[in-house]
């Protein structure tokens, strides 16, 4: 950390659920910060879920967000959970810890018998009396709202793996051109190029509708449609039916692009 941070906090997803890690921020141990906060996605064993069970329906609040300014409601409801994990139970001090859990309803196509054995999908669920939930829970030494604490937990840097599934996927960086380092490397520096150009037309050119959209949405909507490319005299015409859904947009970005061109430089 740079000079003159006094106070850091830590959020990390399940991979950081240590309990040396959870002792060495709540005690103090670190030379520089001392006491370090923390919000960390726990576990979700057997023993979680049934003191995930055992919460009263009363108990579980609505969770609200920001969205563009706004506060709305989710369909995600949270609560906090009496658990004590054997790591910590056999300590004769109270490590302080607090335990929360979100719940989020998902479709019936989904509800499979056996499928609360966490064995069925990619992510831990449960089966309660209102229905089938998708539920995860996070650990912290913080003494704050668990709204609060959940949507701070939130704003972390959680996007990665979907930015590698696109740098992959969508801009064939995981199909490696050659068995050469330097071959390899060039075209992996190549991808970044793009993604990052992207990145940066969705936002200042093509519009923020566009901002969450994948490659193939781009492709479809705009690149891969039916015209027609004229060349006259040093200028290149492409003619769009003139009904064609996407014309008004490539318009804009059009006379977006331009504005963006005569941009000073500084």
């Known amino acids: 950390m740079p000079e003159g941070v006094r106070k850091v906090r830590l959020r990390s997803d399940s991979?950081?659920?240590?309990?040396?890690?959870?002792?060495?921020?709540?005690?103090?141990?670190?030379?520089?910060?001392?006491?370090?906060?923390?919000?960390i996605g726990c576990e979700i064993t057997s023993e979680f879920k049934k003191a995930v069970a055992e919460i009263p329906e009363s108990d579980w609040k609505p969770l609200y967000k920001e969205e563009s300014g706004q506060i709305v409601k989710t369909n995600t409801e949270w609560a906090e959970v009496c658990f004590v994990p054997n790591a910590v139970c056999h300590r004769k001090d109270d490590p302080g810890y607090r335990y929360l859990v979100k719940r989020t309803p998902f479709s019936k196509q989904l509800c499979l018998p056996g499928m609360d054995q966490q064995k069925e999908l990619p992510f831990p669920t449960m089966k309660m009396k209102k229905g089938h939930y998708k539920i995860f829970g996070i650990v912290t030494d913080m003494d704050i709202d668990g709204e609060e604490l959940i949507n701070w937990y939130h704003k972390g840097c959680g996007k990665?793996?979907?930015?590698?599934?696109?740098?992959?996927?969508?801009?064939?960086?995981?199909?490696?051109?050659?068995?050469?380092?330097?071959?390899?490397?060039?075209?992996?520096?190549?991808?970044?190029?793009?993604?990052?150009?992207?990145?940066?037309?969705?936002?200042?050119?093509?519009?923020?509708?566009?901002?969450k959209r994948r490659m193939k949405a781009i492709r479809f909507h705009l690149i891969n449609i039916p015209a027609r490319i004229l060349e006259r005299s040093r200028y290149m015409l492409i003619r769009l039916p003139g009904h064609h859904p996407s014309f008004d947009l490539l318009l804009k970005i059009r006379q977006r692009v331009s504005l963006l061109a005569s941009v000073p430089d500084g």
């Open 160 to 211: 990665s793996e979907e930015a590698h599934s696109i740098m992959k996927e969508d801009l064939a960086g995981g199909k490696l051109p050659s068995g050469n380092f330097g071959e390899n490397a060039a075209w992996w520096w190549i991808m970044v190029l793009a993604f990052n150009l992207h990145a940066s037309m969705k936002a200042l050119a093509i519009g923020k509708s566009w901002v």
């Open 15 to 39: 991979a950081g659920y240590q309990h040396d890690l959870l002792s060495y921020c709540a005690e103090g141990k670190d030379e520089r910060f001392g006491k370090i906060d923390f919000a």
